[in-house]
């Protein structure tokens, strides 16, 4: 059973967020590279457009994490954790968070991104032209890389798709390079 199919069958085909029907879709949450059951999700196109901010945030739609954050399943509770600390400043996603428990290793999953950073502190990754980075963006190189631990070189032009942050240094992006993971500076980087 694929993991798209294992998700649909958890959550009886609907947004594991928004309990929504339509436009589902399986989402990684980031960190992860790698697509299973334990860092997927099955949400809805309303609940991934304001996930990765094709759109503004809809507060009123995100009223559903009430609900979602207790679910049995730690991708759930880390999204819903997650979406709560973009919103905390609105009051009642603030009380929610104060409600919610998630154990050391779920709770460090959920920090990964920075969602609960101050926007004043957070880490802001930058391409060659200045352009913000954000996890999940295509970048292509614009120089000639030498893979450390490698024999192998990155190509200028070549292109690397879903991007993942170093959220400890700015300077820093995780993309896969034909088969191989890398770390990548960002100033050899320009998004796509």
Same mark, same amino acid.
């Given at each position: 059973?694929?993991v &798209?199919q294992? +998700?649909?069958e958890?959550?009886?085909n609907?947004c594991?967020?928004?309990t !929504?029907?339509?436009?589902?879709?399986?989402?990684t949450?980031?960190? !992860? &590279?790698?697509e299973?059951?334990?860092? *997927?999700? +099955?949400?809805c196109k309303?609940?991934l457009?304001?996930?990765? /901010?094709?759109?503004?945030? *809809?507060l009123?739609?995100w #009223?559903?994490?009430n *609900?979602s954050?207790?679910?049995?399943?730690?991708?759930?509770?880390i999204m819903?954790?997650r979406? &709560?600390q973009r919103?905390?400043?609105?009051g009642?996603?603030?009380?929610? &968070?104060d409600m919610m428990y998630? $154990?050391g290793e779920?709770l460090?999953?959920? #920090?990964a991104t920075?969602e609960?950073?101050d926007?004043a502190n @957070?880490? %802001?990754?930058?391409d060659?032209?200045?352009?913000?980075?954000e996890? /999940? $963006?295509?970048?292509?190189?614009?120089k $000639?890389? @030498?893979?450390k631990g490698? !024999?192998?070189v990155a190509k200028? /032009?070549?292109?690397v798709?879903n991007i993942r942050? $170093?959220?400890e240094?700015?300077?820093? %992006?995780e993309?896969?390079?034909?088969?191989?993971q890398i770390v990548? %500076?960002?100033k050899y980087? @320009? @998004?796509?």
């Amino acid at each position: 059973m694929s993991v &798209l199919q294992t +998700l649909q069958e958890r959550n009886n085909n609907a947004c594991e967020l928004c309990t !929504s029907i339509e436009e589902l879709k399986q989402y990684t949450i980031p960190p !992860s &590279l790698n697509e299973n059951v334990a860092n *997927d999700v +099955l949400v809805c196109k309303t609940c991934l457009d304001q996930i990765e /901010g094709h759109v503004d945030m *809809d507060l009123n739609h995100w #009223r559903c994490l009430n *609900d979602s954050m207790w679910s049995e399943h730690v991708a759930v509770q880390i999204m819903a954790w997650r979406m &709560l600390q973009r919103l905390r400043n609105e009051g009642w996603p603030q009380d929610l &968070l104060d409600m919610m428990y998630l $154990d050391g290793e779920a709770l460090a999953l959920a #920090r990964a991104t920075g969602e609960h950073e101050d926007a004043a502190n @957070k880490i %802001i990754h930058r391409d060659v032209n200045g352009v913000i980075l954000e996890s /999940g $963006d295509s970048v292509v190189l614009v120089k $000639d890389l @030498k893979v450390k631990g490698s !024999s192998m070189v990155a190509k200028q /032009g070549t292109a690397v798709r879903n991007i993942r942050l $170093d959220h400890e240094n700015a300077e820093f %992006i995780e993309g896969k390079v034909g088969a191989q993971q890398i770390v990548i %500076i960002t100033k050899y980087v @320009k @998004k796509l």
